[in-house]
Structures are given as C-alpha cells and as structure tokens.
C-alpha cells in the first residue's frame, strides 16, 4: 500500500516563525501535492512538483515555499507564519508523467495554528 | 474558470435512508472524475473514479456514482447509509484545461442519525 507521512499531526507556531512541513512518500511516485483545507473552501492547492528539484505554483501560492531535493520527500514552507495560515495542510502524491488521471494518496493532514 | 460544484454543504439524513450528493463541474472537455472521503480527523481516501468505459462507477462499501456529460455531473448516491458512513465527501475533477490537477468541491458533510 502506499504510504504517505507527514511529520506533525498538530502543530502550534507563532507569528512570524518559520514552519517547515514535512511529507514523505514510500511509492517512487514523481508527483507531490501540497493542499490546504478550510472549511467550507474544500482543498486548495497550495505549491504542487513532478519532479525532483521542480516546483510549480498552485492556486494559493502566497505566503508559501516549497522544496523537492529528494524525490520522496515533499516540504511546504512558511517563510513568516501568519495568523491567517490557521489550518489543515494536506500532502498527496500520485505516480505518472502526468498524474492527470491517476489517484491521489494523501497524508493524515497537519492540523497547524498560527497564534 | 474552473470549478466544481457541490450543492449541498451539509446532509443529514436518517440511518438506512438513500442519500444522494451531487457535484457538477465546469469542464467541457473529457474529465477524469473523482470522490474523496474524509473520516473524522483522517486524510482523504479514495471512495471512486471514473475514467472511462461505463458511466456508473461503483465502491466496495455501496457507493455509486454516475457520469453525466450531457449535465456534467457526477452525483454519489447510496441506497441505505450507515452511522459510518458519516463523514465528509468531496468530489473531484482532472481535465486538460485543469492543467491536469486535481480541483475540488467545496466538501458535503454527511450527518448519518439512528
């Protein structure tokens, strides 16, 4: 089965810190997704890679940062946590050139609070 | 711009009564279609897809769900839900003009009551 982690269930940081998620995937699949979910705003993709060391911008980009050194592992970062970051932040990853039609394996989600 | 569309935010519905949650999408193109649910306090799994071949797509645990191109839809329908079965369900589209990602539904929450 494929297995991903992700390296903190809940988290609590303060304003202004530097918050590194983490999210590694057992299955050699080459692509990684960052989401976040809010309620009532479904999961919202964050920064998204089909490859190690590319990245590319979701739909809410702002505020975040990523890197893919290794092809396994995945990390979201904030450079300055703000308040309105509050939420459940969402690892997937899917195998395929494309991973257009293939499904997504998610993470057990961080559930991060920025106070 | 793309979107997906679930009508109902939340759906309460008594034990062993059919529910149905309906999803529509904007693409015009061919689709790849998805349904995620989410446990309490879990990621997302898998419920069902659609690919190709047969428009009614089925899961282990009694779900379906339909692919209407003409309506672009793809509601999930189940004939006598579970207390388990409460949950959150979100569905899911991948289309070229996606840029072949995944965009989701804003959720529906499933409230199953004895």
């Known amino acids: 089965d494929v297995k991903v982690t992700q390296s903190s269930r809940y988290l609590v940081k303060r304003t202004g810190e530097k918050v590194f998620l983490e999210c590694v995937q057992d299955m050699d699949h080459e692509n990684m997704f960052w989401y976040r979910q809010d309620p009532g705003l479904g999961l919202r993709l964050i920064y998204f890679s089909y490859d190690v060391k590319m990245k590319e911008k979701g739909d809410i980009p702002e505020g975040y940062s990523v890197s893919r050194e290794k092809k396994e592992r995945f990390s979201l970062i904030l450079e300055s946590a703000s308040t309105n970051q509050t939420s459940m932040y969402l690892c997937a990853s899917t195998p395929g050139a494309s991973g257009r039609r293939y499904e997504q394996y998610f993470g057990p989600g961080t559930r991060l609070t920025v106070t | 711009a793309q979107s997906v569309t679930q009508l109902d935010s939340q759906v309460p519905v008594f034990e062993e009564a059919p529910v149905e949650l309906r999803c529509n999408y904007s693409?015009?193109?061919?689709?790849?279609l998805f349904w995620y649910v989410q446990y309490p306090n879990q990621g997302l799994q898998l419920l069902l897809k659609?690919?190709?071949?047969?428009?009614l797509v089925e899961s282990i645990n009694g779900f379906e769900a339909e692919f209407n191109k003409s309506q672009t839809s793809f509601h999930l329908r189940k004939p006598s839900v579970h207390i388990s079965d409460t949950a959150e369900y979100f569905c899911?589209?991948?289309?070229?003009?996606?840029?072949?990602?995944?965009?989701f539904g804003a959720g529906t929450i499933l409230r199953v009551k004895s």
């Open positions: 899911a589209v991948s289309a070229s003009e996606y840029g072949n990602k995944l965009v």
């Open positions: 693409s015009s193109v061919s689709v790849y």
């Open positions: 659609y690919l190709s071949g047969s428009t």
